[in-house]
Every structure is written in C-alpha cells, then in structure tokens.
C-alpha cells in the first residue's frame, strides 16, 4: 500500500500533478504528450491556471515574459546574484538569493498594478466612465495603500520606457484579432493620461504596468503577475550569475575594494 | 557625467546588457525588436548565449523546459515551496526558497551528467568506441567522483521514466533534421544499455539524463544546465505555491498536526 | 585615497562599524576591547541599539534568546533545514532557506505581539484602566489587523506553554530588581485573562507572547523582536541541519517515499 | 493515537528535542530549567553537541561569536541584508539572504581551516614535528584543494587582523586554566610563522583563522564552524538590515544611481 488516501497523503493534496510508476500527468495530461506539443508559456499557463491557453494568448505571455527578464546590474536582483556567484554559490543559489529580493518594493508592483487595475475595471462595470473611475480609484489606492501608483513612474527610463509603448501595441493587435478584450490596455492609457496631467510631466508606464496590463488582459490573478515576473527575472539573473562565474572573482562587494563607506557613528577611527 | 568608464562602473562590468534613457539592449538587441519576435526559450538562449537560436534549436531546448517543470509535494522543493507560503512568504519568497533547495543532490544531476557525457564524448574523440569510452568514464566518475552516475536511476518511476523516451525520440528528430548532431543521444543510450547490463536491471535514464542530452547536443555547459532546470522547475514552484496560497493553511509543516516526530535522545518525556 | 567622503562611500552609510588597517570598531568599541570582555547577549544589544546594556539587562535578554531556539522537525522551518541539507546544501544554505520561513505567520508573531502591548500601554498612559486598554486594543487589533491575538493560543502546548510561566517570573524578578519596569509583563497577563474570559477556556500565553514582553520591557522595537527571534530559532535550525548531515539521506520529502500524495484533479491515473 | 512509532513518527526521528502538550526537553533537560540558567552560548552548545560545557569552554566560544560578527557593508553578506530591506523583506528574509552568502568562498574558510588545523594535529600524534608536520599539510592543502590556505591573509587588515591575536591571547588563557589543550593554538601560529617565510612578508591569520582555533579547541567539527560563523554574523546582519530600515531608500542598489556598470557587449549604444 502506497499510502494514498491516508490522512498523510491527504495533508499534501493537489490538483496539479498525478503520478505512478512510469507515469506522471500535469493537470490531467500525460507528461509525454506535453512535450514537444506545448510551448514553455503555454506549460506555464496550464500548471498555474489549470487549462491549456491558446496558442496566441500564450503568445501574449511570451512577450510579457520576454520583456522583464533583466533590468541591469544596479537592480538589487541582478547584484546579488552576481555576488553571490563569487561568494560561493552555484545558479541555483544565486537564482534563489535574487529571486527573493523580489519582494513588495522591487517585484510588487506588477501584482499591485494588477489589482488597481480590477478596481478600475470593476469601477467602469459599475457604471462610472473610464476617466471617472480612474481618477477615484487612483485616489482610494493612495489613500488606503501609498503613495506609489504601481507600474508607473521610472528613475532612469524618461520620457519613456522603452518596453511598455511595445507591449500596448501587441495588446492592440490581439486584441483587434479577438484574443482579449483590450479593457486593460484602456485602463493603462488612461492612468497615463490621469498622471500625467496630475504631475504636469510625463510619468512613463514601466515595465511592471505594461506587464500587468498582459496579464490582467489574460486573466492572471495579481500574485501570479508576481510570480511571472520571478519567473522571467530568473533569466536575467541566471545569465548575469553565468557571466560572473566566467569573469572570477571573489566575495565581490557592492563597490570596488578601494572605496570605504562613510561611518557616521561615535569615536571615529581617526587617519 | 553618469559614472561610466569610471572604476565604479567598470566593477559592474557586462556583455548582457546596455542601458540609456529610453533604450535597452540585450546582447546588442533592442528590446522592442525582441518583444513579440523572439520566443521565450529563445531569449534564455540570447541572454545565457549571447546569441539567437534558430527556432529549431529553441525549440528543441523548450521541450526540455517543459520536461521538468514539477515532480510532485514529495520533491524538497515543491515542499518547501508550500511550506512556505502559509509562513507568510509571497510567491518570490516561496519560489526562493525552492529553488535554493535544487544544489547537488536535488538539482546537480543534469550538471553533472553533462559534465560527464563531456567526458565520454570526447574519449570517443580520442579513438575509443562508444562502449569503451562510457566504459571508462563511468568508471572514472565512480573512482573520482561518486558511485552515484548522475541522470540514471529513479526510486520511483521504473522500470522506465516517461519523460526520458519522448525527449530522446525528439532528439533523434532533431539529429535526423540536422538540427543537432545526435552524438549525446547515442552516448546517453550506451550508458544505459552499460547500466543495465552492469546491475542485472534497468536503471532507468531519469529527467536529468535526458534533459541533459537535449542541453549537451544543443551545446550549453554544465553549471547552466542547472540552472536551466532551476528555471524550468520554477513554474511547477510557482503553481504549488499559488495552488497552496488558495487553499490556506498556517505553518504548514511536513506531516499533519497529529503526528509527532520520534524521540531517540536521552531522558525522554514519559507518558 | 580610499574613497571615503565620495557619494559611493555616502551610499553605504552606517553608524554600526568603522574600520582602517588593522582596525575595527562597533559603535564606537574597538574589536578588541569588546572580545572577552562582553557577552553575547550583550554584543547583539550594542549592534542593533548604539549601546552596551548592563549584565542585568542582558541577562533577562539571553533568557528570550535560550527559550526559543526550536520546536521540533514539524515546525515549517526546523524541516526546511532538515530537507536543505539532503538536497545539498551547506549549514549557510540551510539556516538561511529555514530564517527566510520565519514571515509573517510563522516569524512574525513577536513583532506583531511588541506592538499590541505598546498600543495598550500608550492607551493606558493616555489615562484608561489596564483592564479597559487591553480590551480596547484587542478589539482594535481584530479590527484592524486580523482575529489572531498574537502571542496567545498554541495548537499543541495546553493549556500552558511550559516556557511562558518561567519566562514571566524572570521578569518578575528583574522588575523587583529595578531592572525592567513590568509593566509589560502586567499587560501580558491583562491579556491573558481577558482572552481567558472572551474564550471560556485558557488561551496560552505562547513562547512569542513570553519573549515579546522580555523585548517591549527592555526597549526592543517590534521589527527587532523579529529579528531577535531569526537570531534564537538558527541555533535550533543550525542543531538540526547538523544532525541531519550525520543521519545521511538524499533528497529527503516531506513524508516517507512510500507515501504519495493525493490527488483531486481532472483525469486521474487509474490503478 | 499520535502517530508515535510509526513510519511518518520515525522519518522525522531526532535526538535534540522531545515534546509532550505542556512539555519541552531539549537534548533531555526539561526547557524551564535551561531558561535562566544557562547562557546563550551554552545553549548554542547543547543543541549543537547535546551536552553542556562548562561555564569557561561557553566563554570561549562567547569570544569567538562576539568576534565575528560584522565586517561592514562592503562584505556581500551585509550589502545583500541592506539591500533586501529596501526591496521590501523583513528581517527575516533579508537575514536569510545574507546567511545564504556565507557559501565556501565567504563563509566557508573557518570550516576549511578547522580540517586544515586536524590534519596537523593527526600528523603531529603520528610523530611528526609541528614544524613539518605543518609544512607538509600545507603542501596537501594547496594540492589536493586549492591555493588558498584558510584563515590567512586579509585584503585590508595588515600587517595583523586586530581580532586574532586578542582571541589567541584568550586560547592562551584558557589554556594555562586547563579549560582547554592549547594545541591548536600552536598550530594556527606554526602556520603564521611558515606563511609568514614562505611569502616574506606577513600573511596575518585572519578572523576565519582565529576563530576556527577556538572552534577545534573546543571540540567543533568543521562543519558547525560554518555553522557558528552564520550565527555570528547574523548579528551584524541584523543590525545592518534594522539601521538600512530606518534610512529608508526603496530598491537600492550596489552603487548610487547616477553611476552606470560598463558594456563591454556587441552594439552599444551610442552617446
């Protein structure tokens, strides 16, 4: 007896895989009839969402994956891989100590754009205008939430990220093929126009807002938005982590050993 | 002036990536021209690579992404993975978490295997036969390595591993295509014709194994082989870990509340 | 020149450490003046607050710290490490994937418990009774927050958890003593009798209830009773992981190998 | 029925802690008559080797913890903790991604060099003088592992690290009172004099060296010598990641803003 329907085996209940010996099914479907038949995105939305996508909302996906997947080595993830490559680690610990930076501030954003998105959305089914609904939904995020109004707004990239104005237009173009319904991508050039008016400068939609807007289009649930971006970020850091391993180098810092930092605290070492 | 060219920027220094206001370059590629043009396998290989794959190529290393998405609660893991979220951990601490598990033991085989179907193909290079050299190699793996022959042999799944036959089978279309050579696919199927032979048993060639032979025809090193399944075991994280966020649960430990683990120290507590 | 006084050495600004060649000091205290000479209970004072408690107030300090260190391979992160050393990994990688399970739910209970107590002492500062304070604030915490009192209730240990009594009468002595001011410890118990009351039945005090009262006596703030906590439960996590490491086993799951998992999904494998 | 003595009991099997409702031993002492008791390091002792040491073998492994714990924020460890918190991670996920640095390169030295320092020792009880038998350990270090001789050498503190000869001069101490045998502090200074000759200059034994003679002066394996440094460290990493809390700063990265990393890829992109 394998234990099956025992309390214990019950304690780690899934819908998501089945097994046997010389079998395994992924949410019903042979793992040998999988592969080589699905794409990776499509593999992703059937072990997240439970159904096989199409291949053209996979193909949404893609892109959204695509265009996340590095961001540079000053982003908090990108450093601490390639830090941690050079403390020790192999890729799969360097992949891990990145991964997990992508907390609330660095990997939240999509996730929160997602759900203030479904305010807005759900605003305009209510019976408000578009512009209506945005302006008082934007309001009640930075009442109840922060300041902050996820996926818009970037240090560096200005006027323009370059990654969002492409990924609205593919949005564009499945949803004039029927793919989805195009009411996100709406909601984000609406926000645009909203902030942008607000500050009375542009404040670029950034990659977590163009992405959120893929994936609210797709049906993705805000912690899934998080969960991809971990996903496509993974590359990045992977091929940052790569490199690093082939450059050398050992307990690498943030700043090249010649510089200090500043102490501010009591009874300085004096030169 | 930003920094460049100073020794600041030159600890940080990469081939990856390149930034200005408004422009991102991948490898040389401007985001926008990759956005809806690449697929996502595709773009693994660019950014771990440095160049484009034919869509052959990234078609044959999806297959091998798909392959190894989950293998079930009982897997380390995907374990700490649910473990995790009724801690309180978001998806991006969830999915580190997991994947800092998959280091030698859990995650190592593929690496590993590549390593040694490296060492085989290249003794056949050097004017042995194919039997020979696996010969030699396995043995030289198990004097300077470990007896464990990384990619062969499976606890569960006998006498054959489901994944391991389909993959070979779209090697071979592969070779046949030209697409890759096929000279992994045949060392991969010496060493288990010598496996089983030497333990009077099949011992089945694993996902490791085989994923291994699509990451060696298509030409990858060791170290990225694994990281490569850290990203491609990330989505079945990721769905475990979403699937255990809907299902609730505080502290979920490894056996239900009712049971205890066993005592075997001094001084144990009486009934 | 060292690169201190530039904006890179300014980025990385501390009070906590100082150091040249041949040189080091935290908070002001050379290395050497410090080794020997303080305990560790009072070295972990002086990095997280600027200051060397006196012996008394470290000792009360030390009492939290030795009270928490494990509960047991069921506790989510006591098996995470156990799992991490059969999949590979080293003590560091061990201890670090159990302290990251140490969130909000399984970690957090200290820091959230700190800051009940203080809304309830300010309340009574502000002039209400003890008794009324607390009943206002755990209306305010279900309100706000969620209906988990924390620091109270323990599935297992009933209907007293044996480290809180014995924790409670230290800082019984150390108010006697002039070293705390108790008054958290009477907020600790207040809630314990209301909680009685509302549950009509007893409702534990637990271990992050008990060390919460030492940390809101001493000065601690909340995120540090956290912290502190991470700090206590490694020496459980180290002490396991390193047991684990002797006992042998690779990859090891959650349960027995014999044991599956069950499955609730579309088209199960038949028998 | 609990489950005790079955195969879910005994998969968990351990000998450090034992539990009953209202009942916690740890390696058999019940845990309210530790608390109070006994010291940190004491504890730390007994779960780690299920004994208690006495009071002067706790005291030097107290200076050996106090030792160790912060090297500034240039260390990967403690840039990492910083980082984290501004990434939005709590103390507990920023103190697990620092631990998860302390990887072979940067926390793996006191664990190499307390094998390095038993190797010597056995040579010494085989018959060989210090002087060889160090000389001739050397040698198989650097053959059989890497050139690198744990322990010795610090980029920045030279001539002498200030915390290894205050930390020998305490191993003397408790030397002449018996606590312990004084050998392997003549081994680490038999490897300061060879080094010292052999490079001709000095080669000052570092933290890792200084620490890991109080470690196999005690009696730790090397493994756990990792294991203490991690316990150690957290400390300052704790530290570090409250003070980064209180700054502020959201996704901060390795170097200010305004600085960029260098491209040294295909395609740049032009002024």
Redesign the interface.
């Known amino acids: 007896m394998?234990?099956?329907?025992?309390?214990?085996?019950?304690?780690?209940?899934?819908?998501?895989?089945?097994?046997?010996?010389?079998?395994?099914?992924?949410?019903?479907?042979?793992?040998?009839d999988?592969?080589?038949q699905?794409?990776?995105?499509q593999?992703?939305w059937l072990?997240?969402r439970?159904e096989l996508p199409s291949v053209e909302q996979a193909r949404l996906l893609?892109?959204a994956?695509?265009?996340a997947?590095?961001?540079?080595?000053?982003?908090?993830?990108i450093?601490?891989a390639?830090?941690?490559v050079?403390?020790?680690?192999?890729?799969?610990?360097a992949?891990?100590?990145?991964?997990?930076?992508?907390?609330?501030?660095?990997?939240?954003a999509g996730e929160q754009a997602v759900e203030l998105f479904n305010w807005i959305d759900q605003a305009v089914a209510g019976g408000l205008s578009l512009e209506e609904a945005t302006a008082r939904m934007v309001d009640r995020w930075q009442t109840e939430r922060t300041v902050f109004v996820p996926g818009f707004g970037h240090?560096?990239?200005?006027?323009?990220?370059?990654?969002a104005?492409?990924?609205l237009g593919?949005v564009d173009e499945a949803a004039k093929a029927g793919v989805v319904s195009g009411r996100y991508a709406g909601i984000g050039r609406a926000l645009q126009l909203l902030l942008n008016e607000r500050k009375g400068k542009p404040v670029p939609m950034n990659i977590d807002g163009a992405t959120a807007v893929i994936y609210a289009e797709l049906g993705f649930e805000g912690?899934?938005a998080?969960?991809?971006f971990?996903?496509s970020r993974?590359?990045?850091v992977?091929?940052?982590?790569?490199?690093q391993?082939q450059?050398g180098g050992?307990?690498?810092?943030?700043?090249?050993?010649?510089?200090?930092?500043?102490?501010?605290?009591?009874?300085?070492?004096g030169e």
Chains 1, 2, 3, 4 share one sequence.
């Open positions: 394998n234990g099956q329907g025992s309390d214990v085996a019950d304690w780690w209940t899934t819908s998501i895989i089945d097994m046997r010996p010389g079998q395994i099914r992924f949410r019903g479907h042979p793992v040998e999988l592969i080589g699905v794409s990776f995105p593999m992703i072990m997240t439970g893609e892109c994956l695509v265009a997947v590095d961001h540079g080595p000053q982003a908090p993830s450093a601490t390639r830090m941690a050079t403390c020790g680690l192999g890729l799969n610990g992949m891990a100590s990145a991964v997990n930076m992508l907390d609330d501030v660095h990997g939240g240090r560096f990239h200005k006027p323009e990220d370059p990654r104005p492409r990924l593919l912690p899934l998080r969960g991809l971990c996903l993974s590359v990045g992977m091929s940052h982590a790569w490199e391993m450059q050992r307990n690498k810092g943030p700043t090249p050993p010649a510089y200090r930092w500043s102490y501010d605290g009591p009874n300085p070492i």
